[in-house]
């Protein structure tokens, strides 16, 4: 599926991939990875892990494979760094990623972002593809924590005034949209900042 002009994703269809490691919460497990590959025009091909924990845990990761073709700084400081878990939401059948966008600091590090007015993230991931993934069937953008203080989050009136963590909910069936979403906060914006990707288009 074409995700930007010049970006496409594919499921790797075929084998699961075996491993050990440690989840999110740093316990040793073993997961199944479901492969998702990116590729870029003229650029390596990136491979993100979809991975299921034994323990039930569940994240998502740019996947360093044995030897990193040659690449900038950046974007090879983000391989199997800046992880995305995805947990269970208080709604049955549904689960949720939070949406920490990813920038590059002055060294020429990744790092995440994760306290924004809605508005701020609209400008980091681009109001387009935000809605875009509000428009899949039961996808929504929601505060991250219920809480009484915060403004709404409303894609038609991003608030510019109260920074707050912002998470994507998703039915849990729903496969590619947390992959997506990943793409678009998490390695977009590096590709985007070492020249791979064309400046964005809103």
């Known amino acids: 599926m074409r995700l930007l002009s010049d970006l496409?994703?594919?499921l790797n269809d075929g084998?699961?991939?075996e491993k050990r490691g440690t989840t999110c919460s740093?316990?040793?497990s073993r997961a199944t990875a479901v492969e998702w590959e990116i590729r870029v025009p003229g650029q390596p091909e990136l491979t993100v892990h979809d991975n299921h924990w034994g323990n039930g845990e569940r994240d998502l990761v740019l996947?360093?494979?044995t030897v990193v073709p040659e690449m900038p700084a950046a974007l090879s400081n983000l391989h199997n760094r800046l992880r995305?878990?995805?947990s269970a939401s208080p709604q049955r059948g549904e689960l949720r990623v939070m949406v920490f966008p990813t920038y590059v600091d002055a060294q020429g590090r990744p790092r995440i972002k994760k306290s924004l007015t809605t508005g701020d993230l609209a400008n980091a991931m681009g109001l387009r593809h935000l809605r875009e993934l509000t428009a899949r069937k039961a996808v929504k953008l929601e505060a991250a924590f219920d809480r009484p203080d915060l403004?709404?989050?409303d894609l038609d009136d991003p608030q510019h005034e109260k920074p707050l963590q912002h998470a994507l909910f998703f039915p849990a069936e729903d496969a590619e949209t947390p992959v997506i979403?990943?793409?678009h906060f998490r390695i977009v914006p590096v590709l985007r900042h070492i020249g791979w990707l064309s400046p964005a288009e809103d």
């Open 8 to 10: 496409t994703l594919a």
């Open 15 to 17: 084998r699961s991939i």
């Open 26 to 28: 740093g316990e040793i």
């Open 63 to 65: 996947h360093k494979p």
């Open 84 to 86: 995305s878990g995805i």
């Open 151 to 153: 403004p709404p989050v």
């Open 181 to 183: 979403a990943f793409i």
